[in-house]
C-alpha cells in the first residue's frame, strides 16, 4: 500500500498485514495493518516503524516522500514488537538525532534490542516537543496497554498518533474510517477493544477524562492498527467510555461445549427461557466460535451463562481454554449461572460455579445438572433457569 497523506505534510507510511491469524491468542481472520507516521517539516519526524518482517513496505512509503536519511527524530510510542520491530534496521539506515519515547519505553527498548547507545530522549506526560511550525505535546497512556505506552498530539494539525488505542486489526485497502462500512468497523474495534484493553479498563477511562481536558478536540485518531478515524472521532470515544464504563446491555452469551449433545440441548432450552421480554440470547458452541469472537459479544452482554459436560470428573478443554481466557481479560459486574450433563461424576456445575467466582461473576442460580441425556422435564427446568436468568438480566437495568 502506497503513503496517503492525512492533512499537508503528514503522511502514513506503514505496512498492511494481509496474512496476520493470530496475535497472541486473538484470531485477527481479517488480518492488520501496523500503522506509521511520518510529519515533513523543519523537523522530519517518524512516528512508530512497523513490525520486523515488514521493513521493506515502511522503508519505500517513506522513500516517496523524502529520503530516510533526512528524518530527525524517531518518535517510538510504544515498544511492543509490531511497533519496533524495524527499529534496528530505521536507526541503522537513519542515524536520528533523537529517539523519543517514555522512561519506560527506554527500558522496554533496551531490553528488546540491548541497544543503550542509541540517541534516547525520554518525554513524560504533558511534555511538548517544538519542531518549528509544529508543536508535538506528548501524553501518557501507561498500561493501555504497556507501562512505556504514550500518545504524541500534534497541536496544529489536531492528528492524534494514539497507537494501539482506537485500533482495529483489520487489513484494508482503505485508510479512512469513512471508506469502510462502519458497522463492520465497530465490530472490529469492539473486538480489539475487549481483547486488548479490558484488563486496564481504568487506566482507559483515565485517558479519556485526558482527552476531554485537551485545549483541543483531536480532529483524527491516528491508530496505529486499522482505519484512521475522521468522520467517527465522537463516536469511537463515546464508544470507549461506554466499554471501558463496562455498561452492558439486556442481553446473555450462552457458552458450552457438548460431548453427545446433551449440553447443547440444556443451551438451547435456557436460551429459550431467557429470550422474551426484551432480552437478547446468543448461544456459542465452543467447537465453533474463536475465543476472542466470544469475548467481542461478552463486551456488552449483562449475563454470561457456562455450560459443559463432565470429562474425567473435570470440564471439556475448550472450555477450560475460554475460562482462562476470560479471567484474564477481567469482565466486571455480571451475572452468571452453569449447567451441564454427567454420567457418574457429577462434578462439571460445581466446577463451572468456581469458574464464575473466580472471574467475580455474580452467581445468580445455583445451577442444573443432568444425568446422560435430558427427559422433557428437565429440559422444562433449563427453561426454568433461563427464565430467572432473564428476570434478574431486568432486574439490573440500570435506571
Ligand atoms: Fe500494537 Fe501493543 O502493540
Known amino acids: 500500500m502506497q503513503a496517503v497523506e492525512l492533512k499537508k505534510d503528514i503522511y502514513w507510511v506503514g505496512a498492511v498485514d494481509w496474512d496476520l491469524r493470530d496475535f497472541h491468542g486473538y484470531s485477527t481472520e481479517n488480518g492488520s495493518s501496523h500503522n506509521a507516521y511520518l510529519l515533513r517539516g523543519e523537523k522530519n519526524v517518524l512516528f512508530d516503524t512497523v ?23 524517531i518518535i517510538s510510542n510504544h515498544s511492543e514488537m509490531d511497533h519496533t520491530g524495524a527499529l534496528p534496521e530505521i536507526l541503522d539506515l537513519v542515524k536520528p538525532e533523537k529517539l523519543i519515547c517514555t522512561a519506560e ?46 500518545a504524541s498530539y500534534i497541536l496544529e494539525d489536531k492528528i492524534l498518533m494514539c497507537n494501539d488505542i482506537f485500533g482495529q486489526h483489520w487489513a484494508t485497502s482503505e485508510r479512512f474510517d469513512d471508506e ?40 483524527m485518531l491516528a491508530v496505529d492498527h486499522g482505519l484512521i478515524w475522521r468522520s467517527g472521532v465522537r463516536k469511537i470515544i463515546d464508544a470507549y467510555r461506554r466499554w471501558s464504563n463496562q455498561e ?34 446468543k448461544l456459542f ?24 459436560p463432565v470429562l474425567n470428573k473435570g470440564i471439556l478443554p475448550k472450555m477450560a481454554d475460554m475460562l482462562t481466557y476470560m479471567k484474564a481479560l477481567k469482565p466486571t459486574g455480571r451475572i452468571g449461572a452453569a449447567f451441564g450433563s454427567y454420567g457418574w461424576a457429577d462434578t462439571s456445575v460445581k466446577q463451572l460455579n468456581a469458574w464464575l467466582e473466580d472471574i467475580k461473576i ?36 440500570p435506571s
Open 105 to 150: 519505553g527506554q527500558k522496554a527498548i533496551v531490553a528488546h534490542f540491548h541497544r543503550e547507545d542509541w540517541p534516547f530522549e525520554i518525554v513524560k506526560d504533558g511534555d511538548t516537543l517544538d519542531i518549528g511550525s509544529k508543536t508535538i505535546q506528548f501524553l501518557g497512556t501507561p498500561m493501555l496497554h504497556w507501562p512505556d505506552s504514550m
Open 248 to 281: 452492558t446491555k439486556p442481553s446473555a452469551v450462552i457458552i458450552y461445549d457438548t460431548m453427545w449433545e446433551s449440553t447443547s440441548k440444556m443451551a438451547q432450552a435456557i436460551g429459550r427461557g431467557i429470550a422474551a421480554e426484551g432480552v437478547s440470547v
Open 285 to 308: 458452541d465452543l467447537r465453533l466460535n474463536h475465543r476472542s469472537d466470544i469475548m467481542t459479544h461478552v463486551l456488552e452482554s449483562r449475563a454470561i451463562i457456562l455450560g459443559s
Open 180 to 219: 469502510v462500512d462502519h458497522g463492520e468497523l465497530f465490530w472490529q474495534s469492539a473486538k480489539y477493544f475487549v481483547n486488548i484493553f479490558n484488563p486496564t479498563c481504568g487506566a482507559a477511562r483515565k485517558f479519556l477524562a485526558k482527552l476531554e481536558s485537551l485545549e483541543s478536540t483531536p480532529e
Open 362 to 397: 455474580e452467581i445468580v442460580d445455583p445451577g442444573i445438572s443432568v444425568r446422560y441425556v435430558p427427559t422433557d422435564d428437565d429440559i422444562a427446568r433449563c427453561v426454568e433457569v433461563g427464565e430467572r436468568i432473564r428476570k434478574t438480566i431486568l432486574d439490573r437495568q
Open 51 to 73: 513490525k520486523a518482517s515488514m521493513s521493506s513496505s515502511l522503508i519505500q512509503n517513506i522513500r516517496r516522500i523524502i529520503e530516510p536519511e533526512k528524518i530527525d527524530y
